[in-house]
């Protein structure tokens, strides 16, 4: 191969050539080649994968690594641009790269720690999240092929699967229970589903996906399993349970910061590759880039993910225990009665709870608009505003917001009632007075409305 050849030797190019790469896979051997990161490590807690994994150092030494901000790469001689194309050299085995449309350094090294998080193989960073859910169903399944579905996903996902996609490649999709096996294996089109396609804690009613189930009926019919684990990162590793894909929104819990739009897909090196192929890669083609300086600005936010996610998921926990003691109809998958309690301690990674969502049901909207009203407006408990993973609360009523593309009816079979209230619980302020803030703005509802704060204690899920 015709090298490239810098001025001044980066760095981080200097440490690969000099010393071996201790990633936690135990088989470090001193090799100049840089491989993807994969599945089998020796770490089980994910935290723990992420900081055995390889650190990234700036151009000159830096502990942060440098940002790309180039759109496109030189070359020293004109046939290694030939052989870039026709995909001979590239940017794992000879640190050569062509166009940040296709791989960026900076965005591939924050993808690595993504799937050290992850626990695949490989994984690649999109400018959002249904940009990295469309691109997987679209490259997975293809034109006229068939998806076997939740019928209780994030409203977006659901319009993707029901509207767009019949209406632009002929892919149907079969919504049903992904608690039922019966119904899910009736479900399967032998020969013709491609995807069974389901969410590690459901939008918005926290059902738990039981993967390992799911991801054999899924291969039992030759097709794949894909979990969006935007709901749970670190709680559940769903590709250490079997599951083929892993998409995120990274805009959430990953963030942290409610001010980043991104995505991730983790999966095998071949799904990655094969959706950047210069032909038909629907990464490649469609675009869904992610810009250098964010992908810098995340790899910087993901050491203290499990703080955070520990913090969430304490608050929650206890949010959820004294609002189901006042009587509220509160759902959350760590409470002992919520019908998934034990498939989620059996599948979730010790220590990191049951994530940070919790929902309480009203009943009506009309008790859930005016319970928000008071939390926001007159206790400031937290905000009105979709979304999740911020360090403030945030809370809506996701029958008229994030899962109002859904039709009414499949919202009421799914379990989303009018009143449901999805929380995302934050971690500012102390516990104790967020929890008096709580009760005050319940204690103005009850003022209004009498008995809006009776009713059995229940989980609907």
């Given at each position: 191969m015709a090298p490239v050849v810098a001025a001044v030797?980066?760095?981080?190019?200097?440490?690969?050539?000099?010393?071996?790469?201790?990633?936690?896979?135990?088989?470090?051997?001193?090799?100049?080649?840089?491989?993807?990161?994969?599945?089998?490590?020796?770490?089980?807690?994910?935290?723990?994968?992420?900081?055995?994994?390889?650190?990234?150092?700036?151009?000159?030494?830096?502990?942060?690594?440098?940002?790309?901000?180039?759109?496109?790469?030189?070359?020293?001689?004109?046939?290694?641009?030939?052989?870039?194309?026709?995909?001979?050299?590239?940017?794992?085995?000879?640190?050569?790269?062509?166009?940040?449309?296709?791989?960026?350094?900076?965005?591939?090294?924050?993808?690595?720690?993504?799937?050290?998080?992850?626990?695949?193989?490989?994984?690649?960073c999109t400018a959002s999240g249904m940009s990295a859910i469309s691109s997987v169903l679209m490259q997975l399944v293809g034109a006229g092929g068939h998806v076997v579905a939740s019928h209780c996903l994030y409203g977006g996902t659901h319009?993707?699967?029901?509207?767009?996609?019949?209406?632009?490649?002929?892919?149907?999709?079969?919504?049903?229970?992904?608690?039922?096996?019966?119904?899910?294996?009736?479900?399967?089109?032998?020969?013709?589903?491609?995807?069974?396609?389901?969410?590690?804690?459901?939008?918005?009613?926290?059902?738990?996906?039981?993967?390992?189930?799911?991801?054999?009926?899924?291969?039992?019919?030759?097709?794949?399993?894909?979990?969006?684990?935007?709901?749970?990162p670190l709680v559940v590793s769903p590709a250490r349970l079997g599951a083929d894909v892993v998409v995120h929104s990274v805009s959430k819990f990953i963030s942290g910061g409610a001010d980043i739009i991104a995505g991730a897909i983790c999966g095998p090196a071949s799904l990655v590759n094969s959706m950047m192929d210069l032909q038909d890669g629907a990464l490649m083609l469609l675009g869904p880039t992610m810009n250098a300086k964010v992908a810098s600005e995340l790899a910087g936010r993901l050491p203290h993910l499990p703080l955070r996610m520990q913090e969430h998921s304490r608050r929650a926990g206890e949010f959820a225990t004294r609002m189901r003691r006042l009587g509220l109809r509160v759902t959350y998958p760590g409470l002992p009665d919520h019908p998934h309690h034990d498939r989620l301690r059996t599948m979730g990674n010790p220590g990191y709870g049951a994530g940070g969502m919790l929902c309480v049901d009203m009943g009506t909207e009309a008790r859930a608009n005016l319970l928000m009203h008071h939390l926001q407006n007159s206790t400031h408990f937290g905000l009105m505003a979709v979304s999740l993973g911020y360090y403030e609360t945030l809370m809506s009523c996701s029958g008229n917001s994030t899962s109002s593309e859904i039709a009414p009816d499949d919202r009421a079979r799914a379990g989303i009632s009018p009143?449901?209230?999805?929380?995302?619980?934050?971690?500012?302020?102390?516990?104790?007075?967020?929890?008096?803030?709580?009760?005050?703005?319940?204690?103005?509802?009850?003022?209004?409305?009498?008995?809006?704060?009776?009713?059995?204690?229940?989980?609907?899920?």
């Open positions: 030797e980066p760095f981080t190019s200097l440490l690969k050539r000099l010393q071996p790469q201790d990633d936690g896979l135990g088989d470090d051997t001193g090799s100049t080649d840089v491989k993807p990161m994969k599945a089998h490590r020796r770490e089980s807690d994910p935290a723990a994968a992420l900081a055995a994994a390889r650190h990234e150092f700036g151009e000159y030494g830096g502990v942060n690594m440098s940002i790309e901000a180039s759109i496109t790469f030189t070359v020293m001689e004109p046939d290694t641009m030939r052989r870039l194309f026709a995909g001979e050299l590239g940017p794992e085995r000879d640190d050569l790269y062509i166009y940040s449309r296709h791989f960026n350094p900076t965005v591939l090294a924050l993808g690595r720690q993504i799937a050290v998080l992850e626990g695949t193989e490989a994984a690649y319009a993707l699967l029901s509207s767009f996609l019949p209406r632009t490649s002929g892919v149907s999709t079969t919504f049903v229970d992904t608690d039922d096996e019966a119904a899910v294996r009736a479900a399967v089109w032998p020969g013709e589903t491609k995807v069974v396609y389901v969410e590690t804690m459901s939008n918005p009613t926290l059902a738990v996906a039981d993967i390992p189930m799911l991801v054999r009926l899924a291969h039992e019919a030759g097709a794949k399993l894909v979990v969006d684990n935007t709901f749970t009143g449901l209230i999805r929380v995302s619980v934050g971690y500012n302020g102390t516990l104790e007075q967020r929890w008096a803030q709580f009760e005050r703005a319940l204690a103005f509802v009850q003022q209004e409305i009498p008995d809006a704060g009776a009713g059995k204690p229940c989980n609907a899920v």
